[in-house]
């Protein structure tokens, strides 16, 4: 039985308002008005409530060192108070929510709830536990979806479109926070698009509807009774909600799920690239218009942009047609368009515009390869970058750490009152100037001087740089005319 969209919100019509009036008030109700504040939302949570699910997990863990009292032992009650079984393997729990959205048993619920579990059991308002099964996950969005078997059929809802949910629309929440299962809490859509680092699908509904632990994997419902976001995150100081959850758009929740009932994981298109945000600056370095776009860092070998010789430095601001803003929307396009498909790329290389057409392969890891380069070495400083700068030899490859395969000239200290400072980092290996390989300290000052001759067109340096994962290629605007 599907739980129904609310068809009257009668609490909402006022008998003593005039025909005219209620007419009015029926039409918006007809629509599900997501501005019109209930005066009570009884009806729609009961409605709701059979088809949202606790979820509970078991995890077995191997012995931890521990003694395990033997049968019969005065101490063997204590294996059960330190969670461990007769062979001295911990049972670990875990709480959380979902929702049902097919009579047939299909739930969907948070990755992060069902990780690693052995055992998956689905509890429901009426009473009912059901052991589930995994059709399929996906770590990148945190959805999975779960499988249980029913002689009957099952109470469900319906997902939302998601693009047509508002700021300001008025949603409530239903799950399982800190296990007490069947709470409701209501509150408005505070804003969307939220880019919380998660992964590369990051595109979240905020709600200041409360928000707990165990309530992840559970539905935001519209005023309509429909799912429009999966609940799946908070940001607080002391655990609980202060108001600032963040739930998975609805449409996003309807591909990936497809996908993992389908094939049991999700396919997403590939370019085989790293990108970095072009600023405004950026962009003018490269004597483009706009003020967005990406620049390609990384390529990796065989890869579809390999493939199609892109390369490293390459701005890309346009994917498809689509103008591009930033790495993250970059991202969901290509994740949005179907594997094989041959898609062309608006460019800017060399300061020229190029159109570029890429067959997007399957993405399989997040392999990446990073282009070797051979340049000589010479020493020197230059007051126009306001940057000391190195030739690199043996001696610096060990003091800055810098592999065989990264040549060019090392920075080795930027003035504070210098052209670069904020932008140039000491250890920096500058390998091109505004598109220009360098081969020594003193190609790259001259090179600099150059550009002094225009100072109203940004310089463009390519550096190498160390962070955690290893060396990457970063790019730099310097406005000349700052001294």
Do not use: C
């Amino acid at each position: 039985m599907r739980i129904p969209a609310l068809a009257a919100l009668g609490f909402i019509l006022a008998s003593g308002l005039p025909a005219s009036a209620q007419q009015s008030l029926s039409q918006a109700v007809d629509g599900v008005d997501q501005k019109v504040q209930p005066s009570s939302l009884r009806d729609l949570s009961k409605r709701l409530m059979p088809a949202v699910v606790n979820i509970s997990t078991q995890q077995t863990i191997a012995p931890n060192g521990l003694p395990t009292f033997p049968e019969g032992s005065p101490m063997e009650r204590f294996n059960e108070f330190f969670g461990r079984d007769e062979d001295g393997f911990q049972r670990q729990g875990s709480l959380g929510s979902g929702f049902v959205i097919s009579a047939d048993g299909i739930i969907i619920t948070n990755n992060h709830v069902i990780d690693n579990a052995d055992e998956i059991e689905v509890n429901f308002s009426d009473g009912r536990v059901l052991d589930a099964i995994l059709i399929g996950r996906d770590r990148d969005t945190d959805i999975a979806v779960l499988k249980v078997k029913s002689n009957t059929p099952l109470p469900f809802v319906d997902l939302a479109d998601s693009d047509h949910a508002e700021v300001g629309d008025w949603v409530i929440a239903i799950g399982n926070p800190f296990g007490f299962g069947g709470s409701v809490s209501a509150g408005i859509i505070s804003a969307r698009n939220r880019d919380l680092n998660s992964g590369r699908s990051d595109d979240f509904i905020q709600t200041d509807a409360a928000i707990n632990r165990g309530n992840s994997g559970g539905p935001l419902f519209n005023l309509g009774g429909e799912v429009v976001g999966v609940n799946t995150a908070i940001i607080s100081p002391t655990g609980g909600s202060v108001g600032i959850g963040f739930s998975v758009p609805s449409n996003l929740v309807k591909r990936i799920s497809q996908q993992l009932i389908e094939h049991g994981k999700v396919r997403r298109s590939w370019l085989g690239v790293n990108v970095q945000d072009a600023d405004e600056a950026l962009v003018k370095a490269y004597k483009a218009k706009g003020k967005g776009g990406v620049i390609i860092t990384r390529i990796t070998d065989d890869g579809p942009a390999d493939k199609a010789k892109l390369e490293v430095g390459d701005l890309v601001l346009a994917f498809d047609g689509q103008a591009i803003a930033s790495v993250r929307e970059m991202t969901r396009l290509i994740s949005d368009e179907p594997i094989g498909k041959t898609v062309p790329l608006s460019i800017i290389r060399d300061g020229k515009a190029r159109t570029i057409s890429v067959t997007l392969g399957e993405l399989q890891d997040d392999d990446e390869a990073t282009p070797a380069q051979t340049l000589p070495d010479g020493p020197a400083s230059s007051n126009d970058l306001g940057a000391e700068l190195a030739g690199i030899d043996d001696d610096a490859r060990r003091r800055f750490g810098i592999p065989k395969d990264v040549d060019g000239v090392v920075v080795t200290g930027v003035s504070a009152r210098g052209r670069s400072f904020g932008k140039l980092n000491r250890g920096d290996v500058i390998v091109e100037v505004n598109f220009t390989k360098v081969a020594s300290v003193t190609d790259t000052v001259s090179r600099v001087e150059t550009a002094m001759t225009t100072p109203q067109q940004p310089l463009l340096l390519r550096v190498k740089r160390r962070g955690d994962a290893g060396w990457f290629d970063q790019f730099l605007s310097i406005e000349l005319t700052r001294k």
